[in-house]
């Protein structure tokens, strides 16, 4: 089973020197990203509207598995699922 955000949950993340996502915070609480198990971008278009997001598969240490994605326009972070 997995919880859908299709608006997506505005996060909070910390990038790491090579610029990948390390950590996230997300309604108050932070939580270290120990993997990213896939990585793909996307650009899709609704109606007019054209959008390009980055997406990121990870797991963390806290044993979260979840998909993370930045919104290349607006360089906004947001959480799309997670998985039980």
């Known amino acids: 089973m997995s919880r859908l955000f299709a608006a ?3 996060i909070e993340v910390k990038l790491n020197a090579a610029g990948l996502p390390q950590r996230f915070g997300w309604r108050g609480e932070w939580h ?3 993997a990213i198990a ?3 971008r996307v650009r ?3 109606w007019s509207v054209e959008a390009w997001r980055e997406f990121y598969k990870v797991t963390t240490t ?3 598995l979840c998909v993370i ?3 290349l326009q607006s ?3 947001f959480l799309e699922r997670l998985y039980d």
Do not use: C, Q
């Open 38 to 40: 896939n990585r793909w």
């Open 75 to 77: 360089g906004a972070w």
């Open 32 to 34: 270290p990203i120990d």
């Open 62 to 64: 806290d044993r979260i």
């Open 44 to 46: 899709a278009t609704w």
């Open 8 to 10: 997506g949950e505005p």
């Open 69 to 71: 994605y930045l919104d």
